[in-house]
């Protein structure tokens, strides 16, 4: 997927060349025209890097292009942050002696600094024509750059939900709070399977702010496990929950007899949510200390992995089946039609019951599709997702990549690097919005360079 972000990148030149910094100072006397050249190069292939980035999947010829024409973006942002820091030195030299010292010295005379630049535009340039006159060898659709305000969506696994936006999962809610309010013997564990996407968490959700089952259990803790079992971070993360306030305990004999207090005599529903194994020997030694608690009490484990979830369980497993192609269609459309006239319905429902078929009753890759098409306007935008040749790519018989990859390529550029950005932290890692967009930021995904005072 990396490859699907060079429009960003481009996107993000293309400001920078239009900015006044390049030609304050006077650095870019006499390179204009070479820099008007790039800009026009790159304005032409920006015109189908929207096709490409969709054909890439199946085609390697044009991923190769792609990754190619990343790799020279990357070199004229290099050249133009060399404008930038040449401009910043010389605006902290402001006064006649500095600047007649700059110009003798090898390092910051203006000439010397245009001669070196103006041989670094030349070669990056004529790669870029390269690059730009093989985009006839694809034949690729040309279309307009969208560009949305900054926004951003964060996913996190937590207990809240709200409950008149699930559709079809009412049986498996029953079945699941009946168990748990007839609770019986050494704290039993029930676990939740089924691959991503398709609801485990929002279930549980469900079950576990259900009234009856919160006058049941003195105690409700919820915990997102992840790829990491650890010890230690999980029994904190417990009292954490219990609390509602931070523990500073570090070591695992203090924190196992501090929760071990916690929870005696109390009747507590304990949900790990997206478990993805149980390290054996950590598990029994968890599973000890919940034990304290008062009979009656049970645990809730979600997981994608049929094996962990045989292992967990001791009382039931219950496994995540597709939505109906009824409840499927009101979520799609819940999302996709919001206040659209009654005559833009009708238009587009048949276009929408064929992405929905194509979902395959996957939750979350409807409301992908769902919030995706609610920004489509035309009939012919709806053609296009229907018709893309991304839904041909499944994997392992999934039917969520292919509608997750659609709605990734259908962001805004800038969108997409913010996106891309977020996979180099581990899975589930839960992150402030001031950080995350801090960032994002700094690494200049959502704000050009400010033109200097």
């Not at 006044?20 to 015109?47: D, P, S, V, Y």
């Not at 203090?254 to 949900?271: E, W």
């Not at 008062?294 to 967990?312: C, D, H, P, Q, Y």
Request: aromatic share 8%; charged share 30%; with cysteine.
């Amino acid at each position: 997927m990396a490859d699907a972000i060079v429009s960003a990148i481009v996107s993000t030149i293309m400001g920078n060349l239009n900015s006044l910094f390049l030609r304050e100072h006077g650095l870019a006397g006499g390179l204009e025209t070479e820099l008007e050249n790039i800009k026009r190069t790159f304005r032409t292939i920006q015109g189908v890097l929207q096709d490409a980035e969709k054909k890439q999947w199946k085609s390697e010829p044009i991923k190769v292009w792609l990754s190619d024409l990343k790799d020279a973006a990357y070199v004229v942002d290099d050249v133009l942050d060399e404008f930038v820091i040449e401009a910043k030195w010389l605006l902290q030299r402001r006064d006649l002696n500095n600047r007649v010292r700059s110009f003798f010295s090898s390092k910051h005379n203006p000439l010397v600094f245009r001669q070196r630049m103006a041989h670094k535009l030349k070669n990056v340039r004529e790669k870029l024509d390269a690059i730009a006159k093989e985009r006839q060898d694809f034949h690729l659709a040309e279309g307009a750059v969208e560009m949305e305000a900054d926004s951003f969506v964060q996913r996190q696994t937590w207990s809240s939900v709200n409950e008149s936006e699930i559709y079809g999962r009412g049986k498996e809610k029953e079945e699941l709070i009946n168990m748990l309010l007839t609770t019986s013997g050494d704290l039993p564990i029930h676990a939740i399977r089924g691959m991503g996407g398709m609801g485990k968490t929002t279930l549980v959700q469900l079950v576990f702010n259900e009234e009856n089952v919160k006058q049941q259990f003195s105690l409700r803790i919820w915990v997102c496990v992840s790829t990491d079992f650890d010890l230690r971070r999980l029994t904190r993360a417990i009292i954490e929950s219990i609390d509602g306030a931070s523990c500073d305990l570090q070591e695992l004999d203090p924190l196992q007899r501090c929760l071990q207090q916690k929870l005696t005599g109390k009747k507590f529903l304990l949900v790990l949510d997206d478990v993805w194994d149980d390290y054996g020997d950590r598990w029994n030694k968890l599973k000890e200390v919940l034990r304290s608690g008062a009979k009656g009490s049970a645990v809730m484990v979600t997981t994608r992995i049929e094996m962990v979830a045989l292992r967990m369980a001791t009382a039931f497993v219950k496994y995540m089946g597709r939505l109906s192609e009824e409840d499927s269609w009101q979520l799609f459309q819940q999302l996709a039609f919001g206040m659209r006239r009654k005559e833009e319905r009708a238009r587009l429902e048949a276009i929408g019951v064929s992405i929905v078929k194509k979902c395959g009753g996957v939750p979350l890759a409807i409301k992908a599709l769902g919030n995706l098409m609610r920004l489509k306007e035309s009939e012919d935008q709806w053609i296009a997702v229907k018709e893309s040749e991304i839904w041909d790519l499944r994997e392992d018989a999934s039917e969520i990549l292919p509608a997750l990859r659609l709605s990734y390529t259908n962001l805004s550029p800038h969108l997409k690097q913010c996106f891309a950005y977020c996979a180099i932290f581990p899975k589930d890692r839960v992150m402030r919005r001031e950080e995350l967009i801090a960032l994002w930021r700094a690494n200049g995904f959502i704000s050009c360079r400010r033109e200097m005072d």
